[in-house]
């Protein structure tokens, strides 16, 4: 059974950074393309940043140049890198492989 646990959102004022991990057990990982999503209550769920299983990335428009997503294949992990972040990027975080969602994780930028 294919399990994706993401980890590390909490609060943080404006202009802090965070960084999510997003740990995949039973399934390969290196084939797979990742994403990272989130959402806030009344909205979609929107796409922030993916890469690919080898490695190209894209990002929102409203999150380029401030985060980073990365993958480590031997750890079967994947990071957001969360940089100079802002009020509006408060919402559920969430990564995805193939078909498989992780939990969610709340980040909350809020002075």
């Known amino acids: 059974q294919v399990r994706l646990v993401e980890s590390g959102g909490g609060l943080v004022q404006p202009g802090g950074s965070l960084r999510l991990s997003c740990a995949v057990s039973?399934?390969?990982?290196?084939?797979?393309?990742l994403g990272w999503y989130r959402q806030t209550p009344g909205k979609q769920r929107e796409l922030v940043a993916g890469?690919?299983?080898?490695?190209?990335?894209n990002y929102a428009d409203s999150v380029k140049g401030r985060f980073t997503i990365s993958r480590d294949n031997a750890k079967k992990v994947v990071y957001l890198q969360m940089n100079s972040l802002k009020p509006e990027d408060t919402a559920v975080y969430y990564c995805?492989?193939?078909?498989?969602w992780g939990q969610g994780i709340q980040v909350t930028v809020s002075s």
């Open positions: 039973g399934s390969i990982f290196s084939i797979y393309g």
């Open positions: 890469i690919s299983s080898g490695g190209s990335t």
């Open positions: 995805k492989m193939f078909q498989t």
